[in-house]
């Protein structure tokens, strides 16, 4: 576990990149991998849970709605981005690709909620390994 350090100017700082532990590249990758495994390597469980549930309820909600996985070699300015989007998933992007799950043409109505869903969960595990990354470089408390 980090420690807490006050500095000269009162602020307060937390020596995690210096302590034991995992690397921040490590961690970075790690939680863009799995959703949530950046913050158990750093002993933050309820994150790490909270952020597992969520990311992986809202893509298989999206599966669940036949949402479409973007195929990376479109030329569309919005499906390039959709594909960015769901490529944040990590490994659930990885299992869909080898499963082929999302692939499906869109024939029912809730396939537009179900894609955006999908979305919306890669640019939520995005944002939750960056955080994992920031609060090991210990920018973060």
């Known amino acids: 576990m980090s420690t807490i350090k006050?500095?000269?100017?009162?602020?307060?700082?937390?020596?995690?990149?210096?302590?034991?532990?995992?690397?921040?590249?490590?961690?970075l990758i790690a939680g863009w991998l799995v959703p949530g495994l950046g913050h158990l390597m750093q002993g933050r469980w309820i994150r790490?849970?909270?952020?597992?549930?969520?990311?992986?309820?809202?893509?298989?909600?999206?599966?669940?709605?036949?949402?479409?996985?973007?195929?990376?070699?479109?030329?569309?300015?919005?499906?390039?981005?959709?594909?960015?989007?769901?490529?944040?998933?990590?490994?659930?992007?990885?299992?869909s690709a080898i499963f082929g799950w999302g692939q499906n043409i869109v024939q029912v109505v809730t396939a537009d909620y179900g894609t955006k869903f999908i979305v919306v969960a890669g640019l939520l595990n995005f944002v939750s390994a960056v955080d994992a990354h920031s609060l090991r470089l210990g920018r973060k408390l």
């Open 6 to 27: 006050a500095t000269t100017n009162g602020s307060v700082a937390q020596a995690g990149a210096g302590s034991k532990g995992f690397a921040p590249p490590l961690i």
């Open 48 to 95: 790490a849970v909270l952020l597992f549930v969520s990311i992986t309820a809202m893509f298989s909600l999206g599966l669940a709605m036949r949402g479409k996985i973007y195929a990376p070699n479109t030329g569309e300015l919005l499906d390039m981005l959709g594909f960015i989007g769901d490529l944040g998933n990590g490994g659930l992007y990885i299992l």
